[in-house]
């Protein structure tokens, strides 16, 4: 998933590696038109859904339907401080996978929790003024933990 989609790269990259399918969301329609058809250009529309709608409605309808991902990018407008309240969402409505990835793109300048609901901050990367942000589900780093005991490679 894609959420504040912009351009649909990180989405189209991830299917061009072979991700199953993605749903990309943003607000504005100008950008689901050039993600429709970067997707059109690329071959890729039959294995995506571009929604175009507020990013938090988009996560409400998703946790009651159920639906879970692997892999979920977020790239919200900078200094909007939509960082938190989105992982929050993400955390409450059970979004991720236990073994998913949350990568989260922002400003340096917005400060981020180390948790948020049972998702847990795992790593931060800074270029320049931004940072991206890596979240893991809890259960998912005390499974790996647990695995690397028993292995003995911990």
């Given amino acids: 998933m894609d959420l504040f989609a912009g351009t649909g790269n990180l989405s189209i990259e991830a299917l061009s590696r072979g991700a ?5 969301v943003d607000t504005s329609r100008e950008a689901g038109n050039v993600i429709r058809e970067n997707l ?5 529309s039959d294995r995506s859904k ?9 996560l409400r309808l998703l946790s009651r339907r159920g639906e879970t991902f692997d892999l979920i990018f977020m790239d919200p407008p900078y200094d909007k401080h ?5 992982v929050k969402m ?10 998913g990835v949350l990568v989260a ?4 300048r917005e400060p981020i929790e180390k948790q948020y609901g049972r998702l847990l901050l795992d ?4 270029y320049g003024d931004t940072h991206l942000s890596f979240f893991r589900p809890r259960m998912n780093r005390e499974s ?3 695995g690397n005991q028993e292995n003995g490679t911990e």
């Fill in 144 to 146: 790996s933990e647990q």
């Fill in 90 to 99: 993400i955390a409450q409505g059970g979004l991720l996978r236990n073994s």
């Fill in 123 to 126: 790593d931060q990367r800074r």
């Fill in 20 to 24: 199953a399918e993605a749903i990309l």
């Fill in 82 to 86: 939509w960082v938190a309240q989105t």
């Fill in 105 to 108: 793109e922002h400003s340096v």
């Fill in 50 to 58: 571009v929604w175009i709608t507020p990013v938090f409605r988009s």
């Fill in 40 to 44: 059109r250009k690329l071959g890729l």
